[in-house]
């Protein structure tokens, strides 16, 4: 059971009304995007912004829900990873509008960053509400609990446990109380026509008889945010009339987690143990972080960047405070005063970026 069997049962509820787009950014100038390229940048997504229009309904007659899963290839092998958005989140994340009873919910990270190794990409985008019953409430929490607890990572790296918590997903679709607002399915394939590249997606609840491409062709994303052009072809006008989603793909250079990774916990494990001169332990816990760094986490480029600066620095730090410069440091120095302070840069992203300049 997947993403797939999730689909079906999406599209088989009510298609409707909604509409599915691929919108430009509407200033393509400045720096270009980062390009897909397999096994040099991190896939990440974000849900830019949802448009909520009429909010009070929404939460008082009903439980919303959302949900993206992201399809990819980890380790070699397809994976389907879902992020549950339950109405107790997107609660906390909303803000008041200025539009009457509209609420909006924007910048919420919800896949990655993980290693792009290619081949095709797909998204399912979805946004629900249902009768406020007990056990969809019981069971959203409890999906959405275990998706926090074991993190975006982690349900990369195992499979079961993500398919599990889609077949959860679909067992709230079985209920005749759950109705599907907006979703779409959409796929790209690298390297192929309409391939994967930085993008916007936006699905929205619209009637089709209402919609027309003149009216697709005119919405343009800008700051984060879905807007449509004016009859001058110019100006930009806020998007506000319907419900929708907007989704960014993006690839990324860096991680902004660096530290919250396996192999620098035990660096800093590392780095205290050499200060305090306990250099056999230090030896077997740095032997440990190269081995934390070598993860599929990072891309490969990245990983040998860090080994490769963090065995020098472990090399400066063993020759700095081993032997004779262990007692002059600890403040038995010839002549007294306190030792010189230690000036180490470790920091991962600085790293990286000072061997990339």
């Not at 897909?36 to 008082?60: C, D, I, K, N, S």
């Not at 056990?135 to 446990?161: M, Y």
Request: aromatic residues 8%; proline residues 7%.
């Amino acid at each position: 059971m997947g993403i797939r069997e999730l689909v079906d049962r999406v599209v088989k509820r009510n298609n409707q009304g909604i509409v599915a787009v691929q919108v430009p950014a509407a200033d393509p100038g400045g720096e270009p995007p980062l390009e897909f390229v397999p096994g040099h940048v991190y896939l990440e997504v974000r849900l830019q912004q949802m448009w909520l229009t009429r909010a009070r309904e929404l939460w008082r007659e009903y439980l919303p829900f959302g949900t993206i899963v992201t399809e990819f290839v980890h380790k070699g092998k397809p994976v389907a990873v879902p992020t549950v958005l339950s109405s107790a989140e997107l609660s906390r994340r909303f803000q008041v509008t200025g539009a009457d009873d509209a609420v909006e919910v924007g910048n919420v990270r919800v896949a990655g960053p993980v290693p792009y190794e290619g081949d095709d990409f797909s998204l399912l985008v979805a946004l629900f509400r249902a009768k406020t019953t007990d056990w969809i409430a019981r069971s959203l929490k409890v999906v959405e609990d275990v998706a926090a607890a074991v993190g975006f990572g982690g349900l990369a790296g195992a499979v079961p446990l993500a398919s599990s918590l889609i077949r959860g997903i679909e067992s709230f679709l079985e209920s005749p109380d759950v109705e599907l607002r907006v979703g779409a399915y959409r796929s790209w394939q690298h390297g192929g026509p309409g391939g994967l590249v930085p993008l916007h997606f936006c699905v929205m609840r619209r009637p089709h008889t209402e919609t027309t491409k003149e009216d697709l062709a005119a919405l343009r994303v800008s700051e984060g945010r879905l807007h449509r052009l004016g009859p001058d072809g110019v100006t930009l006008e806020p998007y506000t009339e319907h419900d929708f989603i907007l989704v960014s793909v993006e690839a990324k250079r860096e991680r902004d987690d660096y530290r919250k990774l396996a192999f620098y916990p035990l660096w800093e494990r590392t780095k205290e143990q050499v200060i305090a001169g306990d250099l056999g332990p230090a030896q077997r816990t740095w032997r440990q972080t190269a081995g934390a760094i070598f993860s599929d986490d990072l891309t490969r480029p990245q990983q040998e960047t860090l080994f490769t600066e963090y065995q020098r620095l472990y090399a400066e730090l063993v020759d700095r405070f081993s032997n004779l410069e262990l007692a002059d440091l600890r403040g038995h120095r010839p002549g007294g005063g306190p030792p010189p302070e230690l000036h180490l840069v470790d920091d991962p992203a600085t790293l990286l970026r000072s061997v990339r300049a």
